[in-house]
């Protein structure tokens, strides 16, 4: 497959996984993680992550890997994403990179900016947005970097804290500080798939109820008791909804209407996210039919 990387991206429960599994199959392909949260192992329901009988069908990198005490970071992902490529190429296959976390495939596709962090500038910056939160930050990379503030994802607190820190370090507009690509010569083909609003709606409320009947609460329980409150991973939607449940200052009913709420306003974050970016087109999996999807994708494939 050469250079090429195929890339199935979009709002949580848009259905990426069916049709990531059927390229997977038709074109030779190997499913590479592209989701924030599925990088954590013993963290398979709430995160939705592959399930045995899907892994048997199509091999899969990066999944279930990292342990939830760990933080990791877009510069993490992209270099390990690169080597998993590098090898994948080498089989003789293509690279299907599949998630909905918009600032790890931009990582991966676009590169790394060169800029090194400033680890007291980023502990003053985390300090603040601690204290005063997300929008009193995204104001002040506007005052400092209009540009940035219109391009920035200002939803996404890591990559707001980062353009500050790469400005102030630099003296430059964060626009300036161009990435450095981790594959060179890569062509990468980004599918985004969605829904209307109404009808991915009612798919995250089936997705949460299905969690919470396969056992996300004990799930949630045992990372907690593992790894404690403080754990990495269990700053993720469905998971840190529980913790007041835990102490008794909420019913579960109201842990599950949670987690419902903060997913739609998740999966309204991702379109805005990929709707940003110029050239990216998307796909209503509600509108076209998947034999069409997959021929779309045979055309790209044998374009080059």
């Not at 970016?277 to 509108?287: I, Q, R, Y």
């Amino acid at each position: 497959m050469g250079n090429k990387v195929l890339a199935v991206l979009g709002p949580t429960a848009s259905g990426k996984t069916a049709l990531t599994l059927e390229l997977a199959k038709r074109f030779n392909g190997v499913i590479v993680n592209c989701d924030s949260r599925q990088i954590y192992e013993e963290m398979l329901i709430g995160t939705a992550s592959p399930t045995e009988s899907e892994k048997k069908q199509a091999a899969h990198r990066l999944f279930n890997y990292i342990s939830p005490l760990k933080q990791i970071n877009a510069g993490d992902y992209a270099y390990a994403a690169a080597e998993e490529i590098k090898k994948i190429w080498a089989e003789g296959r293509l690279p299907i990179l599949a998630g909905g976390t918009g600032f790890y495939y931009s990582s991966i596709s676009e590169g790394l900016t060169e800029v090194s962090s400033d680890e007291k500038l980023a502990a003053e910056l985390e300090q603040q947005y601690q204290e005063k939160g997300l929008e009193y930050m995204a104001d002040m990379l506007r005052q400092i970097d209009p540009e940035a503030g219109q391009n920035v994802d200002l939803n996404n607190p890591r990559r707001v804290l980062r353009a500050i820190e790469v400005v102030k370090i630099t003296g430059r507009p964060f626009s300036q500080n161009q990435p450095k690509p981790l594959l060179s010569g890569a062509n990468f083909y980004p599918i985004v798939v969605t829904r209307p609003r109404e009808v991915l709606h009612q798919r995250i409320e089936a997705r949460i109820d299905q969690m919470l009947k396969e056992g996300l609460e004990k799930e949630t329980r045992y990372i907690v008791e593992k790894y404690g409150r403080d754990a990495a991973a269990l700053s993720s939607i469905g998971y840190r909804e529980f913790l007041d449940y835990f102490d008794g200052k909420i019913t579960l009913a109201e842990v599950r209407e949670q987690i419902l709420f903060h997913t739609r306003q998740y999966a309204k974050r991702q379109e805005t996210w990929f709707r940003k970016k110029p050239g990216v087109p998307f796909t209503d999996l509600s509108a076209i039919s998947l034999d069409d999807c997959l021929k779309r994708v045979a055309t790209y494939i044998s374009s080059f």
